[in-house]
C-alpha cells in the first residue's frame, strides 16, 4: 500500500504511474498542480477522477498535508462537472476500505449524468 504522505512519486501506486504517463488513461483535464481523467469502470454516464499530482494516501492525508492543493482538487471537481455540461453530480472521496478505498492515491469521483439516490449504500 502506498501508504506514505510525503508528496513524493510512489513507486507502486497506480495513479503516480497515470500521473507519470507510464499507465494510460483518458484524460479530462490537466492543471499544474492536478489531472482529471475517465474512471475505467464508469458508475454514471460521467464518472471522472480528479487527484492531486503530488502523492497522498487519501483525501484526509491531502487535507492535513496540503490545503492549496486541496482546494485545486475540489475546484478540478467544479470544472469538470461544467465541462461536462453537469446540471447535478456528486462528488465523492472514499477514504479507507470501509468505504471503499481501493486506490491509495487521493481522488475524487465526480459522479454525474444520471438521477443518483440519497443516501447513498
Ligand atoms: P476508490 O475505490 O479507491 O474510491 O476509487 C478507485 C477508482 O479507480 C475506481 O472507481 C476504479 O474503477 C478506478 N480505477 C482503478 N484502476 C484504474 C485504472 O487503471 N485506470 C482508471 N482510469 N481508473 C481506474
Ligand atoms: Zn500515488
Redesign the pocket.
Known amino acids: 500500500m502506498s501508504g506514505d504522505t510525503t508528496g513524493q512519486p510512489q513507486d507502486d501506486c497506480?495513479f503516480c504511474k497515470?500521473v507519470a504517463g507510464e499507465?494510460p488513461?483518458?484524460l479530462v483535464r490537466e492543471t499544474e498542480t492536478t489531472v482529471a481523467?475517465?474512471?475505467?469502470?464508469p458508475q454514471a454516464p460521467t464518472h471522472v477522477?480528479v487527484i492531486p499530482k503530488a502523492h497522498h494516501k487519501d483525501a484526509a492525508a491531502l487535507a492535513a498535508a496540503d490545503p492549496a492543493l486541496t482546494a485545486d482538487v475540489l475546484r478540478e471537481t467544479a470544472a469538470v462537472a461544467e465541462q461536462e455540461q453537469l446540471e447535478s453530480y456528486r462528488t465523492v472521496f472514499?477514504t479507507g476500505a470501509g468505504a471503499?478505498?481501493?486506490?491509495w492515491h487521493a481522488?475524487a469521483?465526480v459522479i454525474g449524468g444520471r438521477g443518483l439516490q440519497w443516501p447513498p449504500g
Not at 481523467?37 to 469502470?41: L, P, V
Not at 471503499?100 to 486506490?103: A, D, I, L, S
Open positions: 497506480l497515470i499507465i488513461a483518458t481523467f475517465r474512471d475505467i469502470n477522477l472514499n471503499g478505498q481501493t486506490v481522488h469521483h
